[in-house]
Every structure is written in structure tokens, then in C-alpha cells.
């Protein structure tokens, strides 16, 4: 019931296109769910986080996208660059300052 | 814009040696956390810490791992006897549950390389 379930694994998609990444969640507990962008070597770095309580977030080219009651919630990155390309975590925190749980990432390359 | 800073970034240890993991949170967040990542797989929670305790833990933080602060500004991750398998990245991060603010600030790691 902790688990977060991150598809698709990988993506590519060209310069300019929209790229979608997919969670799913069951703890219902759940309260905050940030995206992370992690580049080689480095650590993960907050994009984006939505609270539950809204359905819609953007900043900036990215959008998170939340729907309750299908326990389901997406990134979007528009007009997606090169430098975009990273791997990407979804995440879910179930209360004030406790454990994030992360999903199992999704490795997006954009071509030129 | 303020850091987490971990040292060493690359650590190499004989196994069964012990370790010593080191991490400086953001000076006014009050929790802490130490997460690792094997290889090209996701970040795996390990502990929580608060007021001086560890508030949660996972089953991968066994007897072999310690936490710290040993004074107001580091926060250390003991292993005490390494196991091939300990090889992984681990991340310290931090947070404050100040008004508005629900951001977990990672570090950049240290890859703990076991042979």
C-alpha cells in the first residue's frame, strides 16, 4: 500500500514534443506529491509538488496534473528541450515532514 | 539558494570496514533524512530524523547503520560493517515544516563503493 507505481520506464520524444509520466498511489494517506528531476551523479532536485487538494498545478513548461479519486497523478513538460533530458521521480509523503516514497523513475530522452 | 553539502562524494571502503557518511542539512530545517539509490534503480527511504531521535526507519536501516548529529550543523550515517550490497548512492536531505514550505532539499550524494 506504501508502493508508488511510475510508468512508462522510459521515453523519448523529440525536441518540442509533450512527454507524460504516469503515477499511481493506493495509501490514501498520502498528502503532498512532489516530482524530482535527478541528472547523472547528482541528487534529486524538487520540480513541481501538488497537494491534494487541487487538481492542476504549473510551473513554468511543467504541469502536474492530480486526480483523487483514481489515485492517480501526471507530469507534463511542455515544449520539452534537451536539457530535459534527466530521469524523472514522482513521490508521495504521507504527513508533515515524513518519509517520501518514490516511484521507480522514468528515463526521458529528448532527441534534437 | 541554500544547500545540502555531502562529503565525501565518492567514498571507497574495503568490506567489512566501517564507514562514516557526512551531510550539513540547511541551517534553519529541522528534519533529516538519509535515502540511498543502488544503481540505476529508485530512491529507497532509510531513515528519519528529529529532535535528536530517529523518528522512523525502514528494514534496510538494520544494526549495522547509526545516525547523528553530532553537533548543531552535521548529520552523519554510520555503517559499521560494510556488505558488497551496501555499494549504492546515498542522499541526505532535509525539510522544514515552516509555513508554506513542504520542500525536501536533497543533497548531491555519496557513492559508497564496496569491494
Known amino acids: 500500500q506504501q508502493q508508488v507505481k511510475q510508468s512508462p520506464q522510459s521515453l523519448i520524444v523529440q525536441k518540442g514534443g509533450i512527454p507524460i509520466i504516469n503515477c499511481a498511489y493506493e495509501?490514501?494517506?498520502?498528502?503532498?506529491f512532489p516530482w524530482y528531476q535527478q541528472f547523472p551523479g547528482k541528487g534529486p532536485a524538487l520540480l513541481i509538488a501538488i497537494r491534494p487538494d487541487v487538481s492542476e498545478k504549473k510551473e513554468g513548461r511543467f504541469t502536474i496534473s492530480f486526480n483523487k479519486s483514481a489515485k492517480q497523478f501526471s507530469l507534463h513538460i511542455m515544449d520539452s528541450q534537451p536539457g530535459d533530458s534527466a530521469t524523472y521521480f514522482c513521490a508521495a509523503r504521507a504527513g508533515t515532514a515524513s518519509k517520501l516514497t518514490f516511484g521507480t523513475g522514468t528515463r526521458l530522452q529528448v532527441t534534437l | 539558494e541554500p544547500e545540502v553539502t555531502q562529503t565525501p562524494s565518492h567514498q571507497v571502503t574495503q568490506m567489512g570496514q566501517e564507514v562514516i557518511l557526512r551531510c550539513v542539512p540547511i541551517s534553519n530545517h529541522l528534519y533529516f533524512y538519509w535515502y540511498r539509490q543502488i544503481l540505476g534503480q529508485k530512491v529507497e527511504f532509510l531513515v528519519s530524523f528529529y529532535n535528536n531521535e530517529i523518528s522512523e526507519k525502514s528494514e534496510i536501516f538494520d544494526d549495522q547503520f547509526s545516525v547523528e548529529r553530532p553537533d548543531g550543523s552535521n548529520f552523519t550515517l554510520k555503517i559499521r560493517s560494510t556488505k558488497l550490497e551496501d555499494s549504492a548512492m546515498y542522499f541526505c536531505a532535509s525539510t522544514s515544516t515552516g509555513m508554506g514550505n513542504y520542500g525536501y532539499t536533497f543533497g548531491s550524494g555519496t557513492r559508497l563503493t564496496v569491494v
Open positions: 495509501n490514501t494517506a498520502f498528502d503532498y
